[in-house]
């Protein structure tokens, strides 16, 4: 009786020795390099580090992402409580506010629209305590309820700036959202109707926030150490 025909090798061929170099040198490069570069999972592991660098400043985790979201969770309810059948609209200030007024506006129930204002008072670390409209409202606002988004507040100059040239659009109503509030900071007065956190005067980047335009990815909130 012949005998039976091998059975052949299922394993998977060896990686041409040339494969196996690039393999290694790409494990190598991983160690050394930041872990952004290579992709999304990895850019998810480091914005929920413990410490960041942006630029030549180090940062370290003041806000964790789960926490923020969960915040932002609440805010959004507590304008369902007063605004969710007078269809508000959210008027975000660019450029911090993008992500923080995206979540938000999710969070909200009721038909809402969304608009945005570009107001600048910031270079570097330090505000300039000059506020310039660098995009304006083009939505029209009369008689309609608003409610401007902001990442953070410190001094307060900024919103109490806009908010005279605002009122004179006659809303029917405006309320101020802030992310972030520094307590210690503000020395221009006016209502602030939802604060997400009060926080220490001190320098925050992430979620939106930035120091010389980096870092606004960030998942989470860091301050300078």
Sequence with gaps: MPAAPATPDKRAPEAPAEQKVVEDKVVELKELIPDFIFGYDNQTKMTKSQTIKAHDLSFELMLSEDKILARVEEMGKELNERYVSKNPI????????????????RAFEGPCEVS???????????????????????????????????????????????????????????????????????????????????IPNKFVIGYGLDYSEAARNLRGIYQLK
């Design 116 to 198: 945005f204002i570009k107001l600048s008072s910031y270079s570097g670390l330090e505000s300039t305590g000059d506020v310039a409209t660098v995009i304006g409202l083009t939505t029209d606002v009369e008689n309609r309820h608003v409610i401007v988004v902001e990442d953070i507040i410190d001094t307060g100059k900024t919103m109490h700036d806009f908010l005279p040239v605002l009122k004179k659009m006659n809303p029917a109503s405006v309320a101020f959202a802030t992310f972030l509030l520094k307590p210690d900071a503000i020395k221009y007065e006016f209502p602030i109707d939802y604060i997400g956190f009060e």
């Design 90 to 105: 959210f008027l975000g200030v660019l450029n911090g506010a993008f992500i923080f007024m995206a979540d938000l506006a």
